[in-house]
């Protein structure tokens, strides 16, 4: 993780959509929020956790302790389902790529590119991103809108 006037950068070594582990570097902006900053709370995160090189997400046993193991899939489906039902909302309706998808759909109703999208989420193929844009775009560039119907 590099800190920069704009943000972090982070190196992804390996990822589902990286098999051969090329790696690839990701850009977090800053928030224009402190409470709403994903950079500022990955840095609290890491400083918290001790966190210097190697795996950012670890695993936290029911004393609070972080343990030195990366978190598995799993668990952040668990912790994103436990988080969506405080919120009121159905959490077997989320699951751990409800955060890419969110992204990837608040990225396109903010008006971001597929090439941008993809940069950001790491999809190689814009016909899956696009099954990732839930419905984001029903509205913008409609061609039934204006026909003074």
Request: hydrophobic fraction near 40%.
């Amino acid at each position: 993780m590099q800190e920069t006037g704009d943000g972090l950068v982070l190196t992804i070594r390996r990822s589902k959509t990286d098999p051969e582990a090329e790696g690839r570097k990701i850009a977090i902006p800053r928030g224009r929020e402190a409470a709403t900053c994903a950079g500022q709370a990955l840095a609290r995160w890491t400083a918290a956790a001790g966190i210097g090189a190697g795996p950012l997400f670890l695993r936290v046993n029911r004393h609070s302790q972080i343990l030195p193991h990366r978190l598995s899939g799993a668990a952040v489906a668990i912790v994103i389902k436990r988080y969506a039902a405080a919120a009121g909302y159905d959490p077997e309706e989320f699951a751990g790529h409800s955060l890419r998808a969110g992204l990837a759909t608040s990225a396109a109703i903010a008006g971001k590119s597929e090439r941008a999208i993809m940069n950001q989420t790491g999809h190689k193929s814009t016909a899956t991103l696009r099954r990732y844009i839930r419905d984001a775009n029903l509205f913008r560039d409609n061609a039934a809108e204006g026909l003074g119907l």
